[in-house]
């Protein structure tokens, strides 16, 4: 009733393709971005920001990054944490090796940087494919580890391979406080978000959906598989890196190597499948399911005054973790995303029931 | 039917083997420009292994295959599509994820210039190129008439619209040669009709040669200008739709006696 | 010359211990097409419910022999084993039967997290000890060719022996048996096996139960060895280059790919590893694989992929 497109006709193609193409879509995002960025800064505790948003926002990012590669393109990655850090690091270097770099030019380099390497480690895929690339990326991750924690160089010389960066500020403006990092990132994850769906709606992205669903016949049509498969490795990797430099910079403050561990990488999976695989939506939805998941899986046992050990409670997480993941898989193979546009579908009808 | 012209399609002396099966032994046979072409034989003669070696699928122990003069022993897939040969294949492989509408704008594919960052930023010459090649499909999409369907994912479609979907996307190329792989078959006879309806206007209006693996005798003697008959990876008979009727050979291996 | 051969030696027990766990992938890909990335969880699993049983039945029972002990706590842990297999194929396989590659991948992952909280939470996550009697002290070999002779561990010895044992047993069991063949036609083809009267559920109970059995003993030497920790599941992580090496499908393949692994990362760290600061064994084994990946992908072993239009 109130989700009905009546009346809503497009009379150009330009129309019928944008990306919200109904009117109370285009209403509802609009109203979410003037409340994202206009009144959560002024109404969140502290404890938010730090906490829950700001982490979801950089995990989406990165989701978004990873989604392009294995929803999108198909190439299974198990190394994103590695491309995480190779932003992180390479930012870090350029920040502070080239004095009088702004903020932002770093971040973006250090995505640059990650493509480079990203698109080295996706020089496999053109000969392998699924499980074995996947154990191939992990080549990616375990290398990298090494190499921040012994290369001393990427680490301005530090011992234990962490690094700090303070004092961020773009165009004068100071980046200290949860609510400027919060609105920080939530620029960058806005405008990010903006570019990868122009580009899955392109004829790139159905290259890499063509190379997905079939790669014979993509090739049969004229195109490239490696042109399509490198270009997918090549802006995942940006994407995935600048998240990497967005969480050690913003969120972080100072890291090691262990903080885009192999866990990262699974995690980072684990969202993407949640969310739904192929959709940039998804990445958003399951970025938040991961996040949120952990803090009420800590406080439920207080909520329902049965008090548990950490130990104990992170097992839990883990068989919880496991389990939801099993599930989504068997009930909604296409994520939360695949039950959002469903809900939806039938908010187009409702109250009618077909 | 159009006139026919000149060879623009031969393929001499290709042998194709996997192991020890030999898909194909010493196949040569023409094509010549706007003419309906149909290669016909018993299941597992060959026929879509010689497609599939034309297109760059497979590549052939022995033989070559000459287009518009410039002859190559092992085909490209890229170059073969950039030389204007599209094809729609016998268990269809569409991209199951993609709607039809973006199944046929892939044709399109190597028409699109725009880079990755005009893209990205949509705005501007990728969103006139976009516009320019959607214009274009849906006048395929007219012809196919499968308008309704444009936004469905082709995963959910009967399996009479995904052979059309196929076919869009293979026209949407613009091809001077088509290779037709099994087109109407699990057909029932509308369908059929419309199919044949369908490959004649586009043999018709856009003088598109097309090269037909068919089943359906029917059909294949009605519209097709010449035939080309395999058995066991050889070719048995080569010649118009009544001489290789009549040819012995043929009618022993494949026609049977009744029809 | 005495010092390459201890290394050598070395490397190729460990690759027999990676072996063991990548025997268990190559069962049940081998078996019904599904990459096991859960492989570790169960060696983990399997590890930790000798070493718990082990204490508990004898303290339960009041048993003094230290074998009985050892004995019955095996059959508790394979029981146990055998029923995770039940509850994977109920719970998870069946459901997914029809679905693609990287679905089942993914439903293997969700299962590594799930047995190792769930492992952890049944029998704790202390290091725990199993006594099976392995012996400690290292012997030496050749000390007539070489001064001081060349440091073996009896126990890496053992572990190889029993290795060889377990491959030999499940060669034969593929080859010869008819169950073997099911087996084999269920990789192959899900529904074409389906549709001839194999009965799917109960060969993937069959096969998870024998990887089980699988990840037990590899859970028992490597146990014995270091300790039941939390850690075994990543070292676990270092049988998948193994498998890619050796090739998915092949048995053989996984010993061999197990032996190269091995000999090749402690080959490595002592005599490239200080050039390049130490510690390449976390990559080495993975970049091995890469690298063999783009000159042969289907590995030493495995069976070529052809797609078909």
């Known amino acids: ?354 | 039917m159009a006139t026919t012209g000149d060879v623009v399609l031969e393929v001499r002396n290709i042998s194709l083997a996997f192991g020890g099966v030999k898909a194909l032994t010493d196949i040569s046979f023409d094509v010549r420009e706007h003419e309906v072409r149909a290669i016909i034989g018993p299941n597992g003669a060959g026929k879509s292994s010689m497609l599939n070696c034309i297109n760059g699928v497979y590549t052939p122990q022995h033989g070559s295959i000459t287009f518009r003069g410039k002859t190559f022993s092992h085909m490209n897939s890229r170059q073969v599509a950039e030389m204007g040969v599209a094809r729609t294949f016998q268990n269809l492989a569409l991209f199951k994820g993609m709607s039809v509408l973006d199944n046929i704008m892939t044709g399109r594919n190597l028409r699109m210039r725009s880079n990755l960052l005009q893209q990205a930023i949509r705005w501007g010459a990728a969103e006139r190129e976009e516009m320019q090649h959607r214009e274009f499909v849906e006048r395929i999409i007219d012809f196919l008439e499968i308008q309704p369907y444009r936004k469905t994912p082709v995963g959910r479609m009967p399996y009479g619209l995904q052979k059309r979907v196929d076919l869009g996307r293979a026209l949407a190329m613009e091809p001077q040669v088509l290779l037709l792989d099994e087109p109407m078959a699990g057909m029932n006879v509308e369908e059929k009709q419309d199919m044949c309806r369908f490959i004649l206007d586009v043999n018709d209006e856009f003088g598109t040669t097309i090269v037909l693996i068919e089943h359906d005798m029917g059909v294949v003697m009605d519209i097709s200008d010449r035939v080309v008959v395999l058995d066991y990876g050889k070719k048995i008979g080569d010649g118009t739709p009544d001489e290789v009727r009549a040819n012995p050979e043929v009618i022993k291996a494949y026609l049977g006696t009744s029809h | ?309």
Not at chain 1, 113 to 127: E, H, M, N, W
Not at chain 1, 185 to 191: R, S
């Open chain 3, 1 to 309: 010359m005495g010092f390459f051969l201890e290394t050598l030696f070395g490397g190729l027990m460990a690759g027999m211990l990676y072996s063991l766990i990548a025997l268990g992938f190559v069962l049940i890909f081998k078996a019904s097409g599904v990459f096991n990335f859960a492989q570790g969880a169960m060696v983990l699993f399997a590890a930790l419910a000798m070493a718990r049983f082990s204490e508990w039945i004898p303290a339960a029972l009041g048993i003094e022999s230290k074998v009985l002990g050892n004995v019955l706590a095996f059959i508790a842990a394979m029981a146990v084993m055998v029923a995770v297999a039940w509850l994977i194929e109920r719970l998870c396989l069946s459901k997914l039967v029809n679905q693609e590659a990287i679905t089942l991948l993914m439903a293997t992952l969700g299962i590594t997290y799930f047995l190792d909280g769930f492992g952890q939470t049944l029998f704790g996550s202390d290091i725990y000890k199993i006594d099976v009697g392995m012996p400690k002290d290292p012997i030496f070999l050749f000390q007539s060719t070489f001064e001081g002779g060349v440091l073996i561990s009896q126990e890496d010895l053992v572990a190889a022996l029993i290795a060889a044992l377990l491959v030999g047993a499940l060669a034969l069991f593929f080859q010869k048996t008819s169950t073997g063949r099911a087996l084999r036609a269920v990789a192959d083809d899900h529904q074409a096996a389906q549709s001839i009267g194999i009965p799917l559920n109960r060969i993937w109970v069959i096969v998870w139960s024998v990887a089980g059995f699988a990840a037990l003993v590899a859970g028992i030497i490597w146990g014995s060895k270091l300790g039941v920790q939390f850690s075994l599941s990543l070292v676990a992580l270092k049988a998948l280059p193994v498998v890619i090496l050796g090739g998915l499908t092949s048995v053989p393949g996984a010993i061999i790919g197990g032996l190269i692994i091995g000999v090749g990362e402690k080959l490595s760290e002592i005599y490239i590893g200080p050039m390049l600061g130490g510690g390449i064994e976390i990559w080495f084994a993975y970049v091995l694989a890469l690298l063999f990946l783009l000159v042969r992908p289907q590995g030493l072993f495995g069976e070529k992929i052809i797609d078909r239009v």
């Open chain 1, 1 to 354: 009733m109130l989700y009905r497109e009546n009346g809503q006709f497009k009379t150009n193609y330009r129309a019928d393709q944008q990306v919200f193409p109904i009117l109370q879509d285009r209403i509802a995002i609009g109203a979410l971005l003037v409340f994202a960025f206009a009144v959560v800064p002024l109404i969140a505790p502290e404890y938010l920001f730090r906490a829950i948003l700001i982490p979801f926002l950089i995990l989406s990012l990165a989701a978004l990054g990873l989604n392009i590669l294995v929803g999108y393109c198909g190439q299974i990655s198990l190394g994103t944490g590695a491309f995480m850090a190779i932003g992180a690091y390479a930012a870090y270097n350029f920040q502070v090796r080239i004095p009088g770099m702004p903020l932002i030019v770093s971040l973006l380099l250090g995505g640059a940087t990650a493509t480079l390497v990203g698109v080295l480690f996706g020089i496999p895929s053109l000969r392998i494919k699924g499980l074995y690339l996947a154990v191939a990326t992990l080549a990616a991750q375990f290398f990298t580890d090494w190499a921040f924690l012994r290369i001393k160089w990427f680490t301005n010389d530090s011992a234990s391979g962490s690094v700090s960066v303070a004092g961020l500020q773009v165009f004068g403006l100071p980046i200290e406080t949860p609510a400027q990092k919060y609105l920080f990132c939530l620029a960058f994850v806005a405008v990010f978000a903006l570019l990868a769906k122009n580009l899955v709606r392109s004829h790139i992205g159905r290259e890499w959906m063509a190379i997905r669903d079939m790669d014979v016949a993509a090739a049969v049509i004229g195109i490239r598989p490696v042109y399509a498969k490198l270009s997918a490795f090549a802006v995942s990797s940006f994407i995935v890196g600048v998240a990497g430099a967005l969480w050690g910079f913003v969120h972080l403050g100072s890291w090691e190597p262990a903080a885009f561990s192999i866990d990262r990488s699974f995690q980072l999976l684990f969202m993407v499948i949640i969310g739904g695989l192929g959709s940039i939506m998804g990445s958003f939805f399951g970025a938040a399911f991961i996040v949120v998941l952990p803090i009420v899986l800590d406080a439920l046992p207080y909520w329902f005054g049965i008090p548990i050990d950490t130990a104990l409670a992170a097992h839990l997480t883990f068989m919880i973790f496991g389990a939801l993941i099993v599930f989504f898989l068997i009930v909604e193979p296409h994520g939360l995303a695949r039950l959002w546009s469903t809900a939806k579908e039938k908010l187009r009808l409702w109250p009618f029931p077909h």
